[in-house]
């Protein structure tokens, strides 16, 4: 169990909220589902002042009927994969602009990918996105 678990587990318990790990994710996550918006605000605030929780409120509208999830997560591990994505963003954006503005030629693109990973010494991302050894 990690200190982020810890740390969830024990606001839940000192608040009596029902929390659930999340699967799917990139990385670990926790969810609460609030019974009314006076509930929601009340979860949201409590975890807002945790400077070490990303949280997120996703709520479905409907005319019939109100849901939502909070999603707890831990903030240098949600920074780290906002950092990352954002690296692959720009790095495939490379890729398109010179497949678009060379004729479409596909080497010439993924040697301009590269040559941005470089730029921002990422490789290893490059490798990742393009399964092609750096």
């Not at 950092?83 to 596909?106: C, M, P, S, V, W």
């Amino acid at each position: 169990m990690t200190a982020f678990d810890k740390k969830v587990n024990q606001i839940a318990a000192r608040h009596g909220w029902n929390i659930s790990p999340v699967s799917g994710w990139y990385i670990p996550a926790y969810s609460i589902v609030p019974m009314d918006r006076k509930e929601r605000d009340q979860i949201t605030a409590a975890l807002n002042r945790c400077k070490s929780f990303h949280v997120d409120v996703l709520q479905a509208f409907s005319a019939c009927a109100w849901t939502c999830t909070i999603l707890i997560r831990d903030r240098a591990e949600w920074e780290a994969l906002q950092k990352h994505q954002h690296t692959a963003d720009l790095i495939r954006n490379a890729f398109i602009e010179a497949y678009h503005f060379n004729g479409h030629d596909d080497r010439g693109a993924v040697n301009a990918a590269r040559q941005k990973a470089a730029e921002l010494d990422a490789l290893d991302i490059f490798s990742e996105i393009y399964s092609i050894p750096a």
